[in-house]
Structure formats: C-alpha cells, structure tokens
C-alpha cells in the first residue's frame, strides 16, 4: 500500500518538475532570483517540494515498518 502511494507522488513530483520548466520556458525567465520569474513556478517548487518531504517521511516510514517485521520474524 504505501509503495503505491510513494509510486504516485513519484510520479506527481515528476510531473510537476515538468510544469515548473514548461512555466519557465514559457516566461522566458528560469532564475528565481528574478522579479519576473512566473508566480505559477513558484507555487508548484514549493509543492514539490512539499512532497518530497512526504516522501522521505514515507519511505523512513516503511523502512521502519520492514525492519520491524523482519526483527519480529527473527525472534
């Protein structure tokens, strides 16, 4: 279950990397130092970003999980 909840936000996360430079190409503006730089791409960075928290969350969360299963098999 939670491997298919990391596949989709993997996927999701990939998505948005692409939205992020289709918005960049289309502003013709790629550094976020830049007034100009598209509000669109710096709502979907700090989306990605937030999701790639989760997912680090989530993996440390299953890997938890498997140690403890596998040390509770062990016993």
Known sequence: MISKILADLVRTVQLIESDIAAEE????????SDAKYPILARTLIERRDNLKMTIAALEQRHTERARHAQAATAA
């Open 25 to 32: 190409e289309r502003a013709g503006v790629s550094d976020r």
